[in-house]
T-cell receptor, first 117, second 110 residues
Framework: EAGVVQSPRYKIIEKKQPVAFWCNPI?????LYWYRQNLGQGPELLIR????????DSQLPKDRFSAERLKGVDSTLKIQPAELGDSAVYLC???????????????FGSGTRLTVV | QKEVEQNSGPLSVPEGAIASLNCTYS??????FFWYRQYSGKSPELIMF????GDKEDGRFTAQLNKASQYVSLLIRDSQPSDSATYLC??????????FGQGTTLQVKP
């Protein structure tokens, strides 16, 4: 089975510009997660989707970040406008459901490394 | 206090030795515990999970859980240079969210 697919792998943008990241989860996985990993730190959850519904977005900076998961499959995470502090790796993960993820962990995609200059 | 704490290291061990990685967590209601391995420039890879007190072994890896002490550890026997990576401890409070520590960098020297 194909893993979690993310694109692009790398993105360099100037501050105040918009940027978007795309994620295609493992087929049949209803739960999708977006994490952000700063250099030297562990990943931190930004938002979790159950199908097309965002069920945990408490850590998403809503003034500049937005996300969507149309049709409960692919997801897009957007930042507008980007700030220097947004430089990080953005990781997408999926699990069959939230309970499976909680009990057995989940698989991450390869991530998108964002550099804001 | 951070929810999940790890010593950032680096932890340096000679090839063939046992590497011991430790993690403490603050939420007593945490239910499942995970170890991820992350090579430089790569995404985290799940290597083990545990949810019962005691030991769980998988090949050269042993995860140990002590809920009373809120302590999780990972032992790597017969360490190899290919084990050199950052090891992330993660904890699940049961909501579907994993809370990660900052990771411990392991260096295995030939």
């Amino acid at each position: 089975e194909a893993g979690v697919v993310q694109s692009p792998r790398y993105k360099i943008i100037e501050k105040k510009q918009p940027v978007a990241f795309w994620c295609n989860p493992i087929s049949g996985h209803n739960t999708l997660y977006w994490y952000r990993q700063n250099l030297g730190q562990g990943p931190e959850l930004l938002i979790r989707y159950e199908n097309e519904e965002a069920v945990d977005d408490s850590q998403l900076p809503k003034d500049r970040f937005s996300a969507e998961r149309l049709k409960g499959v692919d997801s897009t995470l957007k930042i507008q406008p980007a700030e220097l502090g947004d430089s990080a790796v953005y990781l997408c993960a999926s699990s069959r459901n939230a309970g499976t993820g909680a009990n057995y962990g989940y698989t991450f995609g390869s991530g998108t490394r964002l550099t804001v200059v | 206090q951070k929810e999940v704490e790890q010593n950032s290291g680096p932890l340096s061990v000679p090839e063939g030795a046992i590497a011991s990685l430790n993690c403490t967590y603050s939420d007593r209601g945490s239910q499942s515990f995970f170890w991820y391995r992350q090579y430089s420039g790569k995404s985290p890879e799940l290597i083990m999970f545990i949810y019962s007190n005691g030991d769980k072994e998988d090949g050269r890896f042993t995860a140990q859980l002590n809920k009373a002490s809120q302590y999780v550890s990972l032992l790597i026997r017969d360490s190899q240079p290919s084990d050199s990576a950052t090891y992330l401890c993660a904890v699940s409070p049961g909501t579907g969210k994993l809370i990660f520590g900052q990771g411990t960098t392991l260096q295995v020297k030939p």
